[in-house]
């Protein structure tokens, strides 16, 4: 049912919005920094994900608190799936399959949480693909929130195709290493062989075991009312304008979403009193932080290479380093012998958690070695620090190539079948960005880009434009809505 305008609601109308994201943190984090925008003003979040997901996320304001409901559903059980493990944070990339089956499991709970909640919107993510039609049945208005940028779902292209539907659809890998033709401006935006080749078997092939993900993303946008984007008309104005085009649906960005970080932030905290004492002893702009995140983690031969690079180009280096990765890995990364003593005084390995906005704010740190998801390039923006990308999976590497395209970033050189790098490469780029003159443009490029990125104004306007086209554009569905799916 598509979208109509409904004049009966005023514009002083506070909505009802229901949030389900999926089970990565790069995914909850930015579907949070959205509902705290909307509960800013004045509107009701209820925000959907299992119980040690809820459990982890970071402490609502407390201004906000009473206006976003935190609601807790327990995650079906899935043979394969290892016990306790709610988050891809959990898991090796091998096992994420059997989450994503869980997760779909969640689909009568959902029904029966959208059924009694009655919300006017609810804002999902790429996995619940089946999510649209349900919510249609019952009367709710539905957006697809991207936390992918729009070049990234411009690659992707048309639902029909992505799901396998045309002959539009690509089968092999080299087909995701080109341009595609409903690309009508010239880009570099695409994957390199060994990016696309590592996730190929999520990306487009099935079985009893896993739905592609293209297919998720297709049925998730065929269901969608609305595409609401993490991206800016100042960053990627013909992007946005291509992917209007080719869905033929409204595409609202919603900004960079920027989190906020008080300054008071962890200052109690014993880890980052230590972390801090370090750092305040390096010089301003000197310090590489290097960190992967919670779900890419490369292997013992890589992890070898990049502590190498590191120590050769003999700059001072933060490393916040997953030695395993979930509660079904079994294979702990180490490091090379003697790495630590040798670099006692001019490095830091840090094998727990870490506060990365409060690394990043800190004067000691110039540069950002980092897997290019889109939430940590907007992090090294914010604090101006220069980025060097080191691509692993997902769509780790459209945003390398288009920050490549607008010299925000320089990805460290690798071999195209299966994107090997050595400690050489490492060290070269790690000095080229961070101290050489030749990598000067990629350090003030990333200055020039921090007014686009984080202008509160600009992102209250966009938030604001959101909920504007939410209050006007709703499904007018009340039978749906008083009989449910019976």
């Avoid at 008071?264 to 960190?291: C, F, I, R, T």
């Avoid at 700059?315 to 509660?327: N, V």
């Avoid at 294979?331 to 870490?354: A, C, I, N, Q």
């Avoid at 992102?459 to 209050?471: A, T, W």
Wanted: with cysteine; charged share 25%; glycine share 6%.
């Amino acid at each position: 049912m598509d979208s109509t305008s409904n004049p009966s609601m005023s514009k002083d109308q506070k909505l009802h919005i229901v949030m389900f994201p999926w089970l990565a943190f790069g995914h909850m984090i930015p579907f949070l920094e959205l509902s705290k925008l909307i509960a800013q003003k004045r509107h009701t979040v209820s925000f959907i994900s299992t119980p040690k997901n809820i459990d982890r996320l970071p402490k609502l304001p407390s201004n906000l608190a009473p206006l976003i409901n935190l609601v807790k559903v327990q995650l079906p059980k899935v043979h394969k799936l290892p016990e306790n493990a709610e988050s891809t944070i959990n898991l090796p990339y091998d096992k994420v399959k059997y989450l994503k089956k869980a997760y779909d499991q969640l689909q009568q709970p959902i029904t029966q949480l959208l059924q009694d909640m009655a919300p006017e919107w609810v804002i999902y993510d790429f996995a619940p693909y089946c999510l649209g039609p349900i919510a249609s049945k019952l009367g709710i208005s539905r957006a697809f929130f991207s936390i992918f940028i729009a070049a990234s779902l411009c690659f992707l292209g048309p639902a029909p195709a992505l799901m396998g539907l045309t002959p539009d659809h690509r089968t092999k890998p080299e087909d995701f290493t080109v341009p595609p033709k409903w690309m009508p401006f010239e880009s570099t935006v695409a994957f390199r062989f060994f990016e696309i080749n590592r996730v190929f078997d999520d990306v487009t092939t099935g079985d009893d075991e896993n739905i592609p993900a293209t297919y998720r993303v297709g049925a998730t946008i065929e269901g969608c009312n609305v595409l609401a984007v993490r991206s800016s008309h100042e960053f990627e104005p013909e992007w946005l304008k291509l992917l209007q085009e080719i869905h033929q649906k409204p595409v609202i960005p919603v900004g960079q979403l920027p989190p906020i970080l008080n300054s008071g932030d962890y200052d109690d905290n014993d880890e980052w009193k230590a972390m801090k004492e370090w750092l305040d002893k390096q010089s301003k702009g000197s310090v590489v932080y290097v960190a992967f995140g919670s779900e890419a983690k490369p292997s013992q031969a890589e992890v070898t290479e990049i502590a190498l690079g590191l120590e050769l180009s003999k700059l001072p280096f933060f490393w916040a380093l997953r030695t395993r990765r979930g509660l079904a890995d079994t294979d702990v990364v180490e490091l090379p012998d003697g790495f630590e003593d040798r670099m006692k005084g001019r490095g830091v390995v840090w094998t727990s958690w870490v506060p990365q906005l409060k690394i990043l704010s800190h004067d000691s740190v110039g540069g950002f070695l980092s897997h290019s998801p889109w939430s940590s390039v907007v992090e090294a923006i914010q604090f101006e620090k220069a980025l060097i990308l080191l691509t692993f999976l997902a769509e780790q590497g459209l945003n390398a190539r288009l920050l490549e395209e607008k010299k925000m970033g320089y990805s460290v050189p690798r071999y195209e079948q299966d994107g090997w790098f050595t400690r050489d490469s490492v060290s070269e780029l790690l000095r080229l960005v961070m101290v050489e003159i030749e990598g000067k443009i990629y350090r003030e490029r990333i200055k020039e880009m921090k007014g686009l990125f984080v202008d509160r104004n600009v992102q209250d306007k966009y938030v604001n434009n959101l909920l504007d086209y939410f209050k006007s554009h709703r499904e007018r569905n009340e039978d749906a809505k008083l009989k449910g799916l019976k």
